[in-house]
């Protein structure tokens, strides 16, 4: 009973943190300093679980982009998403022919959350005095996918935060767009990544307690729609400096807890 209940806590975790700008993977890190470390397999379900809950949310937002190709607004919109997508499976790929692997230590995440955290209140100062902007420029979509290649090497940074902050600050001031461009970009991204992690572990699919595995699946997609849609009500009327504040306390947290 104790390790189904450490499973949902698990699921709730990445559920609430994979799309909020305060890293997930630096969250699940913590959580399992406490919970217990699960297999990279349970770790891929979990997170197959949050991006599937995200792509219900847009999959209208989706078939109206891919059902309206005539349309020269929304083919721009879609022709930005694929290349922001690209950069980012390009870099990620050189990344892991190079051997990159995100270190599992908590010091450089607690470090990231407060640089990002310090990042945030820059990035909303800077861009309060600048008009309101919708469009998605071409600066806009080439950043974005640069900021998901730093997000997958530095850990703690969120991946997120990096692409909803670089979009806002290359000139898409608009938040709910910055998170809309930001969010849609990831979908494929993480399908991308969570496909390549499934390869990877699939071997450890015979050993592997795969009732854990369905409810982590199930609480994260349950509450990750909850977290998003909660998210993109937020922001309609709100900064995002109040997760600025949280990263920056977290990650002070965790360095004087000495972890």
Known sequence: MADLWQTIALGIVEGITEFLPVSSTGHLLVAEHWLGERSELFNVAIQAGAILAVLFIYWRRLLD??????????????VKLTSAFLITAVGGFIATKLGFK?????????????IGGVAILV??????????????????????GIAQIIAGTFPGTSRSAATIFAAMLLGLTSRPAATEFAFLVGIPTMFAATGYELMKTRHEAAEEDWTALAVGFV????????????????????R?????????ALGAALLLAGL
């Open 65 to 78: 982009l891919f059902t309206h190709l005539y349309d020269p607004i929304r083919r721009d919109y879609l």
């Open 102 to 114: 995100l270190p599992e230590a908590i010091r450089p995440i607690a470090l990231a959350l407060i």
């Open 123 to 144: 990035i909303e100062r800077l861009i309060a005095a600048r008009p309101l902007r919708t469009e998605v420029s071409w600066n806009v979509a080439i950043w974005v």
């Open 219 to 238: 609480v994260s997609g349950i509450v990750a729609f909850i977290a998003v849609k909660w998210l993109l009500r937020y922001i309609q009327s709100h």
């Open 240 to 248: 995002f400096t109040v997760f600025a504040w949280y990263r920056i």
